[in-house]
């Protein structure tokens, strides 16, 4: 499966921004798919994940109750909706895919995306 994500920019603190990942070249119901994020400096983190049904969800602590992700099967896509976005937010947003169960762990994720910047300023 090919991913691609898009919809980073900039965006003051408090404010709200959505991230999208479109996937093709396979039946995007097989995969379980996640977000992370890379700071500058920093190693690529877990944010948020979602089931193959998207019936099951699960996030990092420290974007509870502000990002939701989703995903639409019928198109093809995953998302991450973000809110009251923090300066600490700022990375580079990849989604990634893995067959059958999903995980938090970067190394478990074989598809990647190319990353789309997201920008949180003061």
């Known amino acids: 499966v090919q991913l691609q994500a898009r919809g980073g920019g900039l965006v003051q603190a408090g404010g709200s921004l959505r991230v999208s990942c479109a996937a093709s070249?396979?039946?995007?119901?097989?995969?379980?798919m996640a977000w992370f994020r890379q700071a500058p400096g920093k190693d690529r983190e877990f944010v948020a994940a979602?089931?193959?049904?998207?019936?099951?969800?699960s996030y990092t602590d420290s974007v509870k109750g502000r990002f939701t992700i989703s995903r639409d099967n019928a198109k093809n896509l995953v998302y991450l909706q973000m809110n009251s976005l923090e300066r600490e937010d700022t990375a580079v947003y990849y989604c990634a895919a893995r067959m059958w169960v999903a995980t938090m762990r970067v190394d478990d994720y074989v598809f990647w995306g190319q990353g789309t910047q997201v920008t949180v300023s003061s």
């Open positions: 979602i089931s193959r049904s998207g019936d099951s969800t």
């Open positions: 070249g396979s039946i995007l119901t097989r995969y379980a």
